[in-house]
C-alpha cells in the first residue's frame, strides 16, 4: 500500500527464524532468474528483540536488539553477477533450546502457556562450525575460487564463531565484517547489515565475491555465494 505496487506484485512473508532474509535472497534470486519479467524485488528483513526479550534471560536481553534491513535486486545485462550457488544443512539437536512464545505455538494458542517472552538454553554454538567448514569448502571447491578471493558478511549471533571461521579458513580481518559490538544480534538481517557497513567503509565493492552465512534457531544453517 505505501509503495504504491501494481496489483500484480507478488506479496509475501516468510519465516526462517534468523536465517529468513537470506534464504529469500537465494529464492527470489532463483526465481528472478527464470522469471525476467521480475525486473526488481525488495526484500525486507525486520527483528524486535526488545519487545519479546525477558530481563532475566541474560542471552537474548543483553545480547539482543532491534533492527531492520530492506534491499532491492534488480535485473541486469552484466554476464555473471548476482546469485551463484547455495547449500543448507539441518539438524534439529537444538530445536528446543530457543522458544518463542517461551512453551510452544500449541500451548500458546491453547491459551493454557506464556505467550510472553523468549526463552533461551545455553548450547555449545560451536556444533555449527564443522558444517560450516564443509558448506563453504564445497560452495568454494565448485567454482574454483579460493577462502581469500571472498568476503564475508555472516550471522553477528557470536564473535567467536567469527574468529573462528576466520582462523580455519586464514582470512583478514576485512574479509570477514563485523557489527555485532555495534549494534547487538539484530537476527534475519545482521549478514546484510553486514554487508550495508561492508560497503560504506570500501572492505565490500562491485565485483567481489561475497558469502552470505546464517544460523536459524533448531538449527539450520544457510550459505548463499554471491557476486555484488
Given at each position: ?25 537465494e529464492q527470489v ?13 525488495l526484500i525486507v ?184
Amino acid at each position: 500500500d505505501h509503495l504504491k505496487g501494481k496489483c500484480e506484485t507478488a506479496v509475501y512473508d516468510l519465516n526462517g527464524n534468523c536465517a529468513g532474509m537470506t534464504i529469500a535472497l537465494e529464492q527470489v534470486s532463483q526465481y528472478m532468474k527464470v522469471n525476467k519479467r521480475i525486473q526488481k524485488a525488495l526484500i525486507v528483513g525486520s527483528d524486535l528483540f526488545s519487545l519479546i526479550a525477558h530481563e532475566d534471560d541474560p542471552l537474548a536481553y543483553g545480547c539482543f536488539g532491534d533492527g531492520a534491513v530492506a534491499m532491492i535486486i534488480e535485473q541486469t545485462e552484466e554476464e555473471n553477477v548476482g546469485y551463484v550457488d547455495s547449500l543448507y544443512h539441518t539438524n534439529t539437536v537444538f530445536a528446543e533450546t530457543m522458544m518463542f512464545p517461551a512453551e510452544g505455538f500449541t500451548k500458546g494458542i491453547r491459551e493454557t502457556g506464556d505467550l510472553k517472552n523468549l526463552i533461551t538454553i545455553p548450547i555449545d554454538g560451536n556444533a555449527v562450525l564443522e558444517p560450516t567448514y564443509e558448506m563453504f569448502e564445497t560452495l568454494l571447491k565448485r567454482h574454483n575460487l579460493k577462502p581469500s578471493d571472498v568476503k564475508y558478511c555472516l550471522s553477528q549471533f557470536a564473535l567467536n564463531s567469527l574468529e573462528n571461521i576466520k582462523q580455519h579458513f586464514n582470512l583478514s580481518k576485512e574479509q570477514v565484517i563485523y557489527v555485532g559490538d555495534k549494534y547487538g544480534y539484530i537476527g534475519t538481517s545482521s549478514p546484510f547489515l553486514a554487508l550495508h557497513e561492508g560497503i560504506n567503509k570500501g572492505q565490500i565493492t562491485r565485483g567481489d565475491y561475497l558469502m552470505f552465512w546464517t544460523i536459524g534457531t533448531g538449527y539450520q544453517l544457510t550459505a548463499l555465494l554471491y557476486k555484488y
